[in-house]
């Protein structure tokens, strides 16, 4: 196997889920899987592609100009389309008080600080608007560094209803407000499409209770700035590395290693690989997710979900080993949590650092380096093997109910429920 840095290198490229680069890079971490399993003589592992189609849109054209101006914009996807002209209106809260202050907004395009809230968008929809712009990055960044990308409309949001969506540099908004621009023309052509996407799976058996799995899981797709270095390059080389290891050195429990496809488009590659291998949850004990390690600089993360009993597995067994990492108790936005959701309890190993970026065009090799990663994959192979060797599983599976209401909200059921509950 390669060393880890150089193996990031080769997967830093813009590696969308559902795209030919994608497709790249899912065949370089196949070649990876496939050479480990050989180094260690195991003839009987092989890397498996399973596959999987995703809601995505091709886009045609995507314009915003106002006042003789052309605006660099990104699009949402799937969210309809739109070539008209609009009265411009900015809701500075998109709070029910903004809405109802605002008056007809019928026709209008709203611009938005932002738009994460369910409840926000539902407005829009009722307020029967033609189109939203959200702005993106600081006021004094430039059109590069805002990072604009054209990302899918959420189907939380889309179930609603569907609203041509634009993103904007925060100084391009400043801009049209400040100069009280009123109208602007609005461009946006797609069309709906549904390509392939992939995870790669590998399957070490246990050696005593092959019945018991525990899933280990780190997403090789980006969003389309950037060279997704940190995110998550390192995480899929970091699983390479912990995968070589336990080809030589199988544990008592099967291992199912899975690199997940289209991560950043909603977790699409593990609720696949989820709804895929329903008959294997039921004895699926753990997980571990690995996305984002491997910084020069900043402090190793743990990010914990399940009972109270693991928190305090993870802090004494940090302080047994010597390793040192802050620690978090919730959901993790990653490929855990559909894993969670089925009541497996899960760790999330990364490494955090306020000097580096994400989803933006700094998300460069330069902040990483092969003894950070390593470290991080030693502790990941000394935790799993000491988990997976385990005579009993430390830890039950199951969430508490505060956890499932974290689980509920952060998969967009809680409304849903809420509105059950409000009929009974």
């Given at each position: 196997?390669?060393?880890?840095?150089?193996?990031?290198?080769?997967?830093?490229?813009?590696?969308?889920?559902?795209?030919?680069?994608?497709?790249?890079?899912?065949?370089?971490?196949?070649?990876?899987?496939?050479r480990a399993a050989a180094e260690a003589g195991r003839?009987?592992?092989r890397g498996e592609y399973e596959t999987f189609r995703?809601?995505?849109?091709?886009?045609?054209?995507?314009?915003?100009?106002?006042?003789?101006?052309?605006?660099?914009?990104?699009?949402?996807?799937?969210?309809?389309?739109?070539?008209?002209?609009?009265?411009?209106?900015?809701?500075?809260?998109?709070?029910?008080?903004?809405?109802?202050?605002?008056?007809?907004?019928?026709?209008?395009?709203?611009?938005?600080?932002?738009?994460?809230?369910?409840?926000?968008?539902?407005?829009?929809?009722?307020?029967?608007?033609?189109?939203?712009?959200?702005?993106?990055?600081?006021?004094?960044?430039?059109?590069?560094?805002?990072?604009?990308?054209?990302?899918?409309?959420?189907?939380?949001?889309?179930?609603?209803?569907?609203?041509?969506?634009?993103?904007?540099?925060?100084a391009d908004a400043l801009w049209l407000i400040r100069?009280?621009?009123?109208?602007?023309?609005?461009?946006?052509?797609?069309?709906?499409?549904?390509?392939?996407?992939?995870?790669?799976?590998?399957?070490?058996?246990?050696?005593?209770?092959?019945?018991?799995?525990?899933?280990?899981?780190?997403?090789?797709?980006?969003?389309?700035?950037?060279?997704?270095?940190?995110?998550?390059?390192?995480?899929?080389?970091?699983?390479?590395?912990?995968?070589?290891?336990?080809?030589?050195?199988?544990?008592?429990?099967?291992?199912?290693?899975?690199?997940?496809?289209?991560?950043?488009?909603?977790?699409?590659?593990?609720?696949?690989?989820?709804?895929?291998?329903?008959?294997?949850?039921?004895?699926?004990?753990?997980?571990?997710?690995?996305?984002?390690?491997?910084?020069?600089?900043?402090?190793?993360?743990?990010?914990?979900?399940?009972?109270?009993?693991?928190?305090?597995?993870?802090?004494?067994?940090?302080?047994?080993?010597?390793?040192?990492?802050?620690?978090?108790?919730?959901?993790?936005?990653?490929?855990?949590?559909?894993?969670?959701?089925?009541?497996?309890?899960?760790?999330?190993?990364?490494?955090?650092?306020?000097?580096?970026?994400?989803?933006?065009?700094?998300?460069?090799?330069?902040?990483?380096?092969?003894?950070?990663?390593?470290?991080?994959?030693?502790?990941?192979?000394?935790?799993?093997?000491?988990?997976?060797?385990?005579?009993?599983?430390?830890?039950?599976?199951?969430?508490?109910?505060?956890?499932?209401?974290?689980?509920?909200?952060?998969?967009?059921?809680?409304?849903?429920?809420?509105?059950?509950?409000?009929?009974?």
């Amino acid at each position: 196997m390669k060393e880890l840095l150089e193996l990031v290198k080769e997967l830093s490229f813009v590696r969308i889920g559902g795209s030919d680069e994608e497709r790249k890079a899912g065949e370089l971490v196949m070649e990876e899987v496939n050479r480990a399993a050989a180094e260690a003589g195991r003839e009987d592992i092989r890397g498996e592609y399973e596959t999987f189609r995703i809601p995505d849109a091709e886009l045609k054209k995507c314009s915003v100009q106002a006042a003789g101006r052309e605006i660099p914009s990104a699009a949402f996807l799937r969210s309809g389309n739109i070539d008209r002209e609009c009265s411009l209106v900015y809701l500075d809260g998109a709070s029910e008080i903004d809405f109802a202050q605002a008056g007809d907004l019928e026709g209008k395009a709203v611009l938005l600080n932002g738009l994460t809230d369910e409840d926000v968008y539902k407005r829009l929809v009722e307020h029967k608007v033609a189109a939203f712009l959200v702005m993106q990055g600081k006021y004094y960044f430039s059109a590069e560094e805002a990072s604009l990308y054209s990302r899918r409309l959420r189907e939380h949001f889309s179930r609603n209803g569907i609203i041509p969506g634009f993103a904007i540099p925060a100084a391009d908004a400043l801009w049209l407000i400040r100069e009280e621009v009123e109208k602007v023309h609005l461009t946006l052509e797609q069309e709906d499409r549904s390509p392939e996407s992939r995870n790669i799976t590998a399957v070490i058996e246990g050696t005593d209770f092959k019945e018991e799995s525990i899933v280990l899981t780190a997403h090789y797709d980006s969003v389309p700035v950037g060279t997704g270095s940190w995110d998550n390059a390192t995480g899929t080389v970091a699983l390479l590395a912990i995968f070589r290891h336990f080809a030589a050195h199988p544990a008592r429990r099967t291992l199912r290693f899975v690199w997940c496809g289209s991560e950043e488009l909603g977790l699409l590659g593990s609720k696949a690989y989820v709804e895929q291998h329903k008959d294997l949850l039921e004895k699926t004990v753990f997980c571990f997710n690995f996305d984002m390690c491997g910084t020069v600089l900043g402090a190793n993360k743990i990010i914990i979900t399940g009972e109270k009993e693991l928190e305090t597995f993870v802090d004494q067994y940090c302080k047994i080993t010597g390793y040192s990492a802050d620690k978090g108790v919730g959901v993790h936005s990653s490929d855990s949590a559909p894993f969670c959701d089925n009541g497996i309890p899960a760790l999330g190993l990364s490494r955090e650092t306020t000097t580096a970026s994400i989803h933006t065009i700094h998300d460069l090799i330069s902040t990483l380096s092969e003894k950070a990663i390593y470290k991080n994959v030693e502790f990941a192979n000394r935790i799993i093997g000491d988990v997976a060797n385990a005579a009993v599983i430390p830890v039950k599976k199951g969430m508490p109910e505060e956890t499932k209401k974290e689980l509920d909200k952060y998969f967009h059921r809680d409304k849903e429920k809420e509105a059950e509950k409000e009929k009974e």
